[in-house]
């Protein structure tokens, strides 16, 4: 190499250097910025604590701990806090069944039927031809959250929720619309146990966790309060009054949102992803598993603001949601259960991806999503936390508004035909199961209380007179605001519905008659 060429070398090595160097210090400046940033927004959105993991280029960029583990018994959030990260599970579902396929268990178009004999939905025609693909992507015909109340707080084995699960219509035709459904993951997890002998925890724990040494994560409450670092859920609830809630046993939610973890633990599977399924030099993940997983199955549609702010489509792959910004794939996933709300995000071509942990309830993981993704695109950010925020007040003021509605068109004189012990005994709700009414106390201080029995502890009220054969209930659950049960006779039968408007529980698919 002559004198010229080495010179020519050398300036372009300096160069190469010196634009590191500068796009360090920019990413360092950055940092800071979202540092302020995310303090700020947890002020504005009531967020007891948080935890927060970047990766960007198969590093780890930023892991930092914000907060308090419990408002009112203090302890810092930490980078190894353990929370609940309900849905974000789904990925590990969708990543296991993969891992199925891989060693030649089951298919991904494999009938569900074919490994859970015991497979059945409303419709038989669905029932057999429901895939094990379609436990995956929600295009089951189900509206979002239909049968949840299965798994909240009851006392129903996985087993039981999927048996149970067949005496509810489906809201649309199969495969014919997107609905969120958190029961056919349960479904999917139950494969593993069906095909391997092992439970889908057991599965997850070798297969995925140790493989990717996720260290810290877990799939059961048991061990998630014998760690010592746990954040305590902080429920905002209807009334938008935060206070903090006890720990709910959701083991039985399985394959759909049982798993625990924290921020280092995820920022490894976040590197598993963007590396290509690698972890600790060992193929975890097949390109098989990882391209189906991102394929978009079930499209979603798209609103004008969404395209106006660099989202031309969306959809459903397998355990992921799928959508571009700004040119960009962007694979993420929310995660959500009473006090904890989480965010995981991934984009594969910038090779970056983050994870938000929370033990509170707001909108702010999901809006951090596109500041992040701006942040590292070398765009300004806007206010995405600040616009959320916004947001999410109008949707509880609009809550609120129909409660008021209700109160104004109540009419209190309104007298109940049928008389009260008549209404006492068993209810039956084919999907749900039992329900009971009985009378406690005596002379004035008599009280009818009603029961749902498989969440008796959760699902428990006084019934207080509103109108007519209408009675206004308030369940021992912060989460969920009050509602009204209505008792009618059709057909020589006694029975009752509940009316109890809110976003996640469909109190309106049940239909208790007495026995």
Known sequence: MDNFSKSLRTAALIVSLLIGS?????????????????????????????????????????????????????GAITTNTMFGIASLSKAFTAAAVGKLVDQGLVEWDDPVKKHLPNWKLYDDYVSDHFTVRDLLCHRSGYKTFDGDLLWYGTNYSRAEILSRFQHLPPTYEFRYQYGYQNIMFIAAGELIPAVTGKSWDEFVDQELFDNIGMRASNTSITSYQENQDIALPHVKGQNQKGKQNALMNYDSFGGAAAINSNVVDMTRWIRCWLNEGIANKDTVLS?????????????????????????????????????????????????????????IAMVPEMEMGFIILTNGESNLPSSMMYYIIDMFMGD????????????????YASLDAKREKKIAERKADSLAVIPMDSLLGTYTDKMYGTSSLTKVGKKKKQAYVLQLDPAKQMFVSKLEHWQGDSYRIQWKDDFLPWGIVTFKKENGKLGYTIDLPNPDFHFFNLNFVKN
């Open 287 to 343: 390109m098989s598993t990882i391209r189906n997983a991102s394929q978009l199955h079930t499209p979603l549609r798209t609103h004008q603001s969404e395209i106006e702010f660099g989202t031309n489509y969306k959809g459903y792959g397998l355990g992921w949601f799928l959508q571009d910004y700004k040119g960009k794939r962007v694979m993420h996933h929310g995660g959500g259960l009473p006090g904890y709300i989480s965010k």
């Open 22 to 74: 500068l796009a360090g210090s920019a990413q360092d400046l950055n940092l800071r910025k979202l540092d302020a940033y995310i303090k700020a927004a947890m002020v504005d959105h009531d967020i007891p604590g948080l935890a927060i993991g970047i990766v960007k280029d198969g590093a780890v960029v930023y892991q930092k701990g914000y907060g308090v583990k419990s408002e009112l018994e203090g």
């Open 380 to 395: 300004e950010p806007k206010d995405w936390c600040g616009n959320a925020r916004e947001n999410y007040l109008k949707y």
